[in-house]
C-alpha cells in the first residue's frame, strides 16, 4: 500500500551525505522514506497518491535537526529557575517541580516542547524523562510525529530528592516495562533508552542492573561531569573520578550517551574513546548553569561521537539548535582560534553527527535515498543573513536562526509550515502550558 507522498521542489539541498554534496534539486518522499533526491520529473511521480508539493524556491533544505540532550518534562519550569549552580537548581527547583507533575502537566509540557523543536526545525531528539508517568511523553511524541529516543529518570539513591526517590526493583521494572512497550514502535520512531539520572541519584547496585541491560543490547542516557561540584561528591562517596566510575559500572559503550562532559577527569576523554561512547554537547546550558565549557575539539580529535542538545527549558531557556549550533561554534574559538570547530562541523553534530551519536545514522540525518524523510526547509534571504556568502554551513550556524525555519517535515509527514503547526494547534498547547504551570506551581508549594 502506498501512503502519502510529499515533493519538496526546487530547493538548495544541503543533503550531509558522505561526499556532502549541495546541489538545487528536488526530494521526493513516499510515506516516512525518501525516495528520490535530485531531478524529479512527472514519470517518477506516477502511481504516487495524496502527493503534497512544498516549493522550495529560494530556500535551503536540510536534513531535520538532531538533538541528543532535551528534558521535555521540564518545558513548564521555562523562566522559573533562574541564576542557580547545577546542584541547588536541582534541588531548590527543579526536582520539586518535577515531583509536582501529573500527568495533564507532563502532557502540557511535552507538547509545548515539541511545538518548539518543530518550529526551529528540530525533528529527532534524545530525551530524559522525570520519574513518572514516561508513557506520557511517548504518546506526545507518538501523537505529533517527533522521532524520540526516551527513558524515565531512575533515581534509587538514598541521598536522592525525597519526593522522587524510588526503589531500585521499581525502577528497574518501570524501565524494563517501558522499553518493552515502546522500543522500536512507530517503525522504529520510537525507542527506549535507561536514563539513571546522574551517578549521585543512582545507587552502585541499580547503575550496575542498568549496566546489564547495556551490554545485553539497550541505549543508555544519563549525565556525566556536568559540574565541578557533582565530579567531587563523586569522588569522595565513590571512590573514583566520575566517567570512570560510570565504565566501571557498566554504562560506557557504543550505546550510550553522556550528556554534558564539561570536566572529564585526567583519562576519562582516552575512555570514553576507547569504549565509543558518545557526548551531547549543551552549550547554552554549560554557560547558564555556571558549569563550564567542554572541551569539544578534543573530543572531536579523539574521535568520540558528540551531537548537540538544548538540555531544557529552565536552564536555557529555547530549545532551539540554532543557538546550540551558534554556541558550539563560538565557545572554543577564545582557547583554540577562530578555526576551530568550523561551521561544517557544526552542521554535522547537528544532523548526521548527532544522528551517529545515537546510533541511528542509517535512518536519519541526511537528505538520501532510503533514509526517513526528516528535513527541514530554512529561508536564506532574510536581512540578518544577507548577503550570502560563499560558505552555506557558516551562514546556517552564524547568520540563520530559528525563526528562518518555514517548513518542517518528520517521517514524512509535514509537522510545520509557515508558522503554523501541523500536528498540534499552538493556541491549544500555550494555553494549556499556561494552566497547568499554575497548577504545577501550587502542588510544587512554590
Ligand atoms: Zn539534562
Redesign the pocket.
Known sequence: MRGMSLLVKNALLVTMDASRRVFRGDLLAEGEKILRVGVIAGRDMVGLSKLSVLDGTGLWCLPGLVQT?V?LCQTLFRNQAEELPLLDWLQQRIWPLEAALDEDALDASARLGIAELFASGTTCILD?GTVRHTDVLFEAAKQTGLRFIGGKAMMDDPASFPALRELSDDSLAESDRLASRWDGKENGRLRYAYAPRFALSCSDRLLRAVGERVAGGGRLHT?ASESAAECEIVRTSRGMSNIRYLERTGLCGARSVL?HCVHPAEGELGLLAETDTAVAHCPSSNLKLGSGIAPVPDMIARGIRVGLGA??APCNNWLDAFTEMRLAALLPKPRSGPAALPAAKIVEMATIGGAAALGLEHETGSLEVGKQADLVLVDPRGLHATPGGDDIYTTVVHALRASDVRATVAAGTLVYRDGELKTMNADAVRRRAEEQWGKVRKRAGL
Open positions: 540532550h528534558h530524559m549525565h550528556a538540555d531544557g
